[in-house]
C-alpha cells in the first residue's frame, strides 16, 4: 500500500474549525443536542441512562439496525454494517473490494477518502467529470466507463455543489452497472437533505450491485455520536467489510448506536426544522449573490447543506479563504481541497441568525477586495 496523502479538507478543518467564531462551510445541519433526542422518546430515557458500557455487536445491535433498514425499500436489518461514521464505512468497502490495478470511475470531485484510499491501495482512479455548471451526464458516465471497470463511486446529495441525481439518471447509472456487472458505492450521507420532489431511491434499493453509505452526522446533527453504516444486499462483501472491522474499531459505541437509533426514529421531526433553517438560509445567500455578482456566482443546491460558488476577483480560494477567516473569524472551504481553485464551499446548517452574522461579515470582506 503507498503511503496516502495529506487529507486536504481535514487538515484545513484541523487548523480553523475549533477556534473560529462562525464556520460557515461545515456540512451537516445545526448540532442536536442529548436531551433533544431523549425528549423525543421519552420512555427510552431511563434505559439510556442505566445503559451498560460494554462492548456491542461488531455489526450493530439489533435495534439499531433495523432503525436504518427502516429508511431502505428492500434492505433488511441483516443487511446493514454498522460504522463508526461514514468515513469508517469507506475504509472498510476500500479496503474489503480494492485490490492493485483495479479501474475506478469516480465522480469528480469528491471527499478525498472515496478515492484516495484506493489509490494508495493501487486502483487506477478515473475521474468522471461535470459540465461548467456541476452537472454530472449518463452519457459522459458511459464514455467514461470501460470494460476494465471495476467500480463507480458518487455522492449523492453531492458536496460541496449540491447536485443531486434524479431518479431517471439514477436508472441509467443503474443500467449501466447492471449491463457492465460493476459496482456502485453511493455515498448517500445527506440523504433526507432535498430542496425538490424528484429524489431518487438509494443504490442498495435500487439494485444488487448497489452499495450505500449512510450516517448521521450531516442530515441530523449528530457528528459527535460517529455512527454510519453500509447497506447492501451483497452479504459476502458485508462479511468481507466486517472483517476489516476486526482490525479497525471492532464495534460502535453503545450510547452513540443507542442514541442513533432513536434519530432515525424521529428523523422527520428532526429534518423538519432543519431543512426549514437551511432554506432561509439559501434563500439569504440567493440574496447575498445576487448584491456581489461582480465577485461572485453560484447553482443553487438540489439537496445537502453545502454550494460551491465560483470566486471571480483576482484571488486564489486559498489567499480569498485564509484572508476572510483572519480579518474576520469567519470560516470557508478553499475549492483547492477539492481541486478547483476558483471555488469555495459554504454551508447552509448554521441556524439563521448565525448565518446572517456570517453573511455580514462576508459582504464587508468583499468590499474591502
Known amino acids: 500500500m503507498k503511503p496516502l496523502a495529506p487529507f486536504s479538507l481535514e487538515r484545513w478543518f484541523d487548523k480553523y474549525e475549533f477556534v473560529v467564531d462562525i464556520n460557515l462551510c461545515a456540512s451537516c445541519a445545526e448540532t442536536t443536542n442529548t436531551n433533544q433526542l431523549l425528549s423525543m422518546a421519552k420512555d427510552k430515557r431511563e434505559a439510556y441512562l442505566n445503559l451498560p458500557l460494554d462492548y456491542i455487536e461488531s455489526n450493530g445491535t ?217 432554506r432561509q438560509n439559501i434563500i439569504q445567500f440567493s440574496q447575498f449573490i445576487e448584491n456581489n455578482s461582480d465577485k461572485l456566482e453560484w447553482n443553487i443546491p438540489q439537496g445537502g447543506y453545502t454550494a460551491f460558488p465560483k470566486i471571480k476577483v483576482g484571488m486564489s480560494s486559498y489567499e480569498f479563504c485564509s484572508s476572510f477567516v483572519k480579518e474576520a473569524d469567519v470560516l470557508l472551504l478553499p475549492g483547492s481541497v477539492f481541486g478547483y481553485d476558483q471555488y469555495f464551499r459554504i454551508g447552509f446548517g448554521l441556524p439563521p441568525e448565525a448565518f446572517s452574522r456570517g453573511l455580514e461579515r462576508f459582504a464587508t470582506f468583499l468590499k474591502n477586495i
Not at 433495523?66 to 461514514?86: M, R
Not at 490495478?101 to 484516495?116: H, T
Not at 432535498?194 to 448497489?210: E, H, I, K, R, V
Open 62 to 278: 439489533a435495534a439499531f439496525r433495523q432503525a436504518v433498514s427502516n429508511q431502505y425499500a428492500n434492505i433488511s436489518k441483516d443487511e446493514i454494517l454498522a460504522a463508526t461514521g461514514a468515513s469508517e464505512a469507506i475504509s472498510m468497502l476500500m479496503l474489503a473490494d480494492v485490490t492493485r490495478g483495479d479501474e475506478i470511475v469516480v465522480q469528480w470531485p469528491i471527499y478525498q477518502s472515496l478515492f484516495a484510499l484506493a489509490e494508495a491501495l493501487g486502483a487506477n482512479i478515473v475521474k468522471w467529470l461535470p459540465d461548467e455548471r456541476f452537472r454530472w451526464h449518463t452519457s459522459e458516465l458511459e464514455n467514461t466507463v470501460t470494460d476494465k471497470t471495476k467500480m463507480i463511486v458518487l455522492n449523492t446529495p453531492h458536496s460541496p455543489t449540491g447536485f443531486c441525481f434524479s431518479t431517471i439518471q439514477m436508472k441509467e447509472i443503474v443500467h449501466i452497472v447492471n449491463e457492465r456487472k460493476i459496482r456502485l458505492i453511493s455515498d448517500e450521507v445527506y440523504r433526507g437533505v432535498f430542496y425538490s420532489d424528484d429524489y431518487p431511491a438509494a443504490a442498495a434499493d435500487l439494485t444488487p450491485n448497489g452499495v450505500s453509505i449512510g450516517d448521521i452526522t450531516k442530515p441530523y446533527g449528530l457528528g459527535g455520536l460517529r455512527v454510519g453504516w453500509i447497506a447492501s444486499s451483497d452479504r459476502d462483501l458485508l462479511s468481507q467489510c466486517a472483517q476489516v472491522r476486526d482490525y479497525t474499531t471492532m464495534c460502535c459505541a453503545a450510547p452513540s448506536e443507542f442514541l442513533a437509533a432513536i434519530a432515525l426514529e424521529n428523523k422527520e421531526q428532526l429534518l423538519r426544522e432543519k431543512i426549514k433553517h437551511a
